[in-house]
């Protein structure tokens, strides 16, 4: 699976848009962009994942340049509950049931 | 839908002795189950794949005779750490995939365990 480069740590103030990019240069077309966040001392959960075109949930937006080397995770009005570790994941079609490689991540600070 | 549940939520134990860590898939069938650990600081590392009814797939590194993984039901799989060591002090997590639902290659997380061998 493609490699991942995100920043260590962002702060946000609540109620903004928190923006987190990720670079994953080497990805291939058959790679998908994946996010998870884990809370402090929880499991990790799902958010949003995508191949080329942008997606959006109840959670978050994921915008992925058309070149597909990055994306970015967008946290439309970020609380105090946000504040996470969030994880930019690259794997392969989730069909074939590939592993989950978990980077370092970003920290996302939300602040009052 | 797709709850995973860890017993317990937190451990101490005595170097030497083992200590035995459940996974619980509570509202869905996992045939499939993920072992990580996460040390201070740094991110989750897996350690083993466990199928429902076969022996489970260990990472490079991870020894298969000190984390014993039993996965006998399809809604329990469970990590046993032998002979524990201070070293092994970490929080292990396990994971589940969902086949039945919505999307079967999804990985749903446990809350975590925290071990502190002493």
């Avoid at chain 1, 996010?35 to 958010?47: A, D, E, F, K, V």
């Avoid at chain 2, 996965?71 to 201070?86: C, I, Y």
């Avoid at chain 2, 070293?87 to 809350?111: K, L, M, T």
């Amino acid at each position: 699976d493609a490699k991942t480069t995100q920043p260590t740590s962002m702060d946000c103030a609540e109620g903004r848009a928190a923006n987190l990019p990720c670079n994953h240069s080497t990805i291939s077309g058959n790679e998908y962009v994946y996010w998870y966040r884990q809370i402090h001392s929880q499991g990790p959960q799902y958010i949003i994942h995508g191949l080329k075109n942008n997606e959006t949930n109840e959670m978050a937006s994921l915008i992925i340049t058309e070149d597909r080397k990055s994306s970015t995770l967008i946290l439309p009005h970020a609380t105090l509950r946000d504040t996470a570790v969030y994880y930019c994941i690259v794997r392969v079609d989730p069909g074939t049931a590939s592993k989950l490689t978990f980077g370092t991540g970003t920290r996302l600070q939300v602040t009052l | 839908g797709a709850v995973v549940s860890q017993h317990p939520s937190w451990v101490i134990c005595k170097s030497g002795t083992s200590v035995k860590i459940e996974c619980r898939s509570l509202d869905f069938q996992a045939t499939t189950m993920f072992w990580y650990r996460q040390f201070p600081k740094q991110s989750l590392m897996l350690m083993a794949t466990s199928n429902e009814g076969s022996k489970a797939t260990y990472e490079q590194g991870v020894e298969k005779d000190k984390f014993l993984i039993n996965h006998a039901s399809l809604t329990l799989s469970t990590l046993t750490v032998t002979s524990a060591h201070p070293e092994d002090s970490s929080f292990y997590i396990c994971s589940a995939r969902d086949p039945g639902g919505q999307n079967p290659y999804e990985q749903y997380f446990g809350p975590g365990t925290r071990l502190t061998v002493t």
